[in-house]
């Protein structure tokens, strides 16, 4: 308004009757109107940057899933066998990760709050134990994978040997079945060489009482009796002391009692002795840990593998009779004191040997 009555009032001031031109009539026009309703507003709405990261990123990984999924068709459809060890190595993968972070956390639980491994629960003491087991079943590919060129012979040596140099989490459903049925097989080649020395052990027993339970449950074993809880408990006196202590046990026994629990038997006989007794001691804490939480916390899973850990095929039994089995042998290792662990280590053979649906 101000500017029109400016333009209007120059030749009225200066006695002039000139008129404005289309020009500056137009502008005028276009004055009022912005003065009016504001500065024209721009038709493209502009994101931030932030929202834009975020789209372009859900678009790629939208994409991505896109292409995985038709890449996965692509090899079921043309190439089942090698589908089937792709997914499986993929997985396996995952697994490994997520075991390691997971142990990672525990591991960092346990140094902040000053926690011992027996202090744990159970879970946590069985994911500690396996993943050890299977980081050292890592360090020898690793180790063998260090000289140059090397890693293809790995990986052929992974594709012919899984059972031997892969972890359970790189096997396929079928191999997991059969890689534990042949451990099985192999474990319980060692029973009657246990058993045939405990019965050539008896007259060495000083304890004439102890002679008589060890020669009546030898028995019972040999004829295929599976042998009550308390059998097996009255024998746990001479597993503490000569000959059948920890610590006086024979070279030979030492072997097979090894390959009982599919533990290495070339080893020196300090060593063999030393392992035995530290995986003695740690199933002897899984077993209180287990106590205490209670074996119906257990999923069927767990059940199975913690019934194969302490030697029975537990493949082929169902899971009641597998529970019923459980609950026997913690009976048995919570009634023992830390010198009596002997017992324990053979009770692998003893308690395992005759279960309903072992025996062939």
Not at 214 to 225: A, F, I, P, S
Not at 285 to 300: E, F, M, W
Request: positive net charge; proline residues 4%; aromatic residues 10%.
């Amino acid at each position: 308004m101000a500017l029109s009555w400016v333009c209007w009032a120059r030749p009225a001031l200066w006695g002039s009757a000139v008129t404005p031109t289309p020009y500056i009539t137009r502008r005028l026009q276009l004055v009022r109107f912005g003065l009016a309703w504001g500065a024209p507003r721009s038709s493209k709405l502009h994101l931030s940057p932030k929202a834009d990261v975020k789209s372009l990123i859900s678009s790629l990984v939208t994409k991505t899933k896109v292409i995985s999924g038709k890449y996965h068709r692509f090899l079921d459809r043309h190439f089942p066998r090698f589908y089937v060890l792709y997914t499986t190595f993929m997985k396996g993968l995952q697994m490994s990760w997520a075991d390691a972070k997971k142990a990672k956390r525990i591991k960092t639980n346990m140094w902040k709050h000053n926690i011992k491994f027996h202090q744990l629960s159970y879970r946590e003491m069985e994911h500690l134990r396996q993943f050890r087991r299977d980081v050292t079943k890592c360090l020898f590919l690793g180790i063998i994978s260090i000289p140059p060129f090397a890693n293809y012979l790995v990986f052929l040596l992974m594709y012919l040997f899984p059972r031997q140099l892969l972890i359970k989490h790189f096997w396929t459903p079928k191999q997991q079945i059969d890689f534990l049925e042949i451990y099985h097989t192999i474990r319980k080649q060692s029973h009657p060489e246990i058993l045939c020395y405990l019965e050539k052990i008896i007259p060495h027993i000083s304890d004439a009482g102890l002679q008589w339970h060890m020669t009546e449950l030898c028995t019972k074993v040999q004829r295929g009796t599976h042998p009550a809880v308390h059998d097996i408990l009255a024998l746990r006196e001479g597993f503490s002391k000569h000959p059948l202590g920890m610590n006086h046990l024979h070279t030979l026994q030492m072997k097979a009692l090894s390959r009982a629990m599919l533990l290495t038997p070339h080893l020196p006989s300090v060593l063999l002795r030393h392992r035995l007794k530290t995986h003695t001691t740690v199933i002897h804490q899984l077993d209180k840990a287990l106590a205490k939480l209670g074996i119906s916390q257990l999923t069927a899973q767990e059940v199975k593998s913690a019934c194969y850990l302490r030697g029975l095929n537990s493949t082929l039994i169902a899971e009641e009779r597998c529970r019923a089995w459980l609950a026997e042998w913690l009976q048995i290792s919570c009634s023992l004191k830390e010198a009596e662990l002997s017992l324990l280590l053979h009770n692998v053979v003893l308690l395992s040997i005759n279960y309903t649906g072992t025996r062939r």
